[in-house]
Structure formats: structure tokens, C-alpha cells
């Protein structure tokens, strides 16, 4: 059997990465994905707004916690995590009262969209610098050092 999801959407928060007890770095952050369409029967335009709760693990983590912030446009390639209460999407009741479902995503592979020149804008906040990593992490012989040319936009 063969899982995978795409999905492109915007970054409803900003990233938070965090450390395994392995030194592995995973990162996490909210994707919104919108549909918009017409009704048939009343001609008006609908939309609906789908929450994904991404997380990638690896040395796409560090990246994506530095470079990525609320609000940028992201295509994420990934499986599905189902809640294992549900079975399914995480559910709750927001304090609207508005039942809302979210879906848990492990990463495999996050590619930034959008342009630097979009980022340019006067409202655009420069990347965050990543927590130290623990000493046990920073020893892996396999961790390369990432420069800003390196990364894939």
C-alpha cells in the first residue's frame, strides 16, 4: 500500500521547532488549504478552508523552522497521521462554538513557494534564527551546514 498527499496552502502560524531526545529536529506549523466554488442551485460563492498540522522531521526541519513564517505559501508532500481517538482528523469545538477538524501530515517534502520579491514588502519580517541545537546534535557527522544559498527558492 502507498499513501501520499499534496497539498499547497499558506502557513497559519509560524513555525516551532523542537528537539527529539535522539537530537533530531522536528518542526511544526499550520498549513490552510481553501476551495472556492460556485453553488449550483443559488449561484453564489462558497468556501472552505481545510487545516492541516504539518511536521517535518530531518534536516528539512531546520530550514523550513528559519526561513518560513505565518502567512507564506507552502507545497507540502506528505502522509497522513490519523488522530488515534478518531481514527481520522483531529476534532474539536472552537469558541464560536463551530465544530473544526484538523489533519495531522508527516512531511516528506516541503518546497517554499512564492517569490523573494513578495517578500520584500514593508510588512515582511525576516527569518528567525533557529534554537541551539543540543550538544549530542551538533556531533552528528552528517549534519551539514545549511548557508542561505542552499536553500531551494
Do not use: H
Not at 4 to 21: A, C, F, K, S
Not at 52 to 72: D, I, T, W
Not at 74 to 94: A, F, K
Request: net charge negative; with cysteine; proline share 9%.
Amino acid at each position: 500500500m502507498y499513501q501520499q498527499i499534496i497539498i499547497v496552502g499558506n502557513l497559519g502560524n509560524d513555525p516551532e521547532m523542537r528537539y527529539m531526545p535522539s537530537g533530531d529536529a522536528v518542526t511544526q506549523f499550520s498549513v490552510a488549504t481553501n476551495r472556492r466554488w460556485s453553488d449550483a442551485q443559488s449561484g453564489s460563492r462558497r468556501e472552505e478552508t481545510t487545516w492541516f498540522r504539518v511536521s517535518v522531521f530531518g534536516r528539512q526541519a531546520e530550514p523550513c523552522n528559519q526561513y518560513l513564517s505565518k502567512g507564506r505559501q507552502v507545497l507540502v508532500v506528505g502522509r497522513l497521521r490519523p488522530d488515534p481517538q478518531t481514527g481520522g482528523p483531529r476534532i474539536w469545538t472552537d469558541n464560536d462554538g463551530k465544530p473544526r477538524a484538523a489533519y495531522e501530515l508527516a512531511a516528506t517534502s516541503v518546497q517554499f513557494l512564492g517569490s523573494r520579491e513578495a517578500e520584500m514588502r514593508s510588512d515582511f519580517t525576516p527569518p528567525r534564527e533557529a534554537p541551539a541545537a543540543p550538544a549530542a546534535a551538533t556531533a552528528d557527522p552528517f549534519t551539514l551546514p545549511m548557508e542561505s544559498e542552499d536553500v531551494p527558492f
